[in-house]
């Protein structure tokens, strides 16, 4: 079946796995989801992405695959060109840890084998700007809304981290926000928050999904609320990057018409918008984006900054 690229995305719940090829086309039933618990120990997290990744890697060659690479999509502050995380908020176990040269004596790669690390923001963005939503359009903003709040901003298909409408970085989640930050009111924490203030119940996520789509008013009453609050901050940030696509992805982005209405109208004065819409792959775009942008680096493509 020929050569693929191992792409890993790695969120605070799971780490997800899948072969894709140089073609950028997703080897079907490849796709494998391992529980991790960003909370955990370092043993526990280690064994989890170590062991997620001798699998797949396994699962490769007993499919007659030759894996050429393999690109992992971390969430930051991480060191992505050494491949130390440098998270406190979670992970913090293994904070300072290298895990590229962890992973490469624990799988006995080579050390000319490609071991890649990119922001999972960055990957959800490239992943849906050339597989999905995002296709076609020249300054897209992609956002992934989960445990946490990623951004990544493109222009004419290249990653950029700064210019106009830019915040520093392409970060939204540390933008001030009433009495603390954006990521505190657009995130999984922020969900729960606000419900518990609304009705003094402490439920998950999903549960108060569930209770949005049965009609429930304060459940639906707190994804509108998100909407708003996302698209507030967002409007003056689209109007001066003059974006022409915005779109969605993370776990709670599977829930977008709960909150779609209102983040378009806080949005749709933007005359440079074209579209705002969910991801077409959630599960896989960041797996497309790890490995388009593992292989151009393996060509020489300069398309990604060196920060991340």
Known sequence: MGECILAVDVGGTSLKLALVNINLEYVE?????????????????????????????????????EVIAIGMAFPGPFDYKRGISLMKHKFRSIYGINLKELIAKELSLADYFPLVFWPDSWAFLVGEACKGAARGYSRVIGITVGSGLGSAFMVENR????GPGVPPHGWLWNLPYRDGILEDWVSRRGIIRMYREATGLELDVKEIADRAYRGEKHARAVFERLGRILGSVLRPI???????????????????????GPLYEELRTIKSLKKVARAQHIDLAPMYGVAKMTLDRMRGAELYPEEG
């Open 29 to 65: 039933g490849s796709f494998k989801r391992v529980p991790v618990n960003s909370s955990g120990t370092r043993d526990e997290i280690l064994k989890a992405i170590v062991g997620g990744l001798n699998s797949a890697s396994k699962e490769a060659a007993e499919m007659g695959i």
């Open 159 to 162: 990653v950029i981290t700064r």
């Open 238 to 260: 689209a109007r001066d990057f003059n974006a022409e696509c915005v779109v969605l992805g993370g776990r709670i982005s599977r829930a977008f018409d709960l909150f779609e």
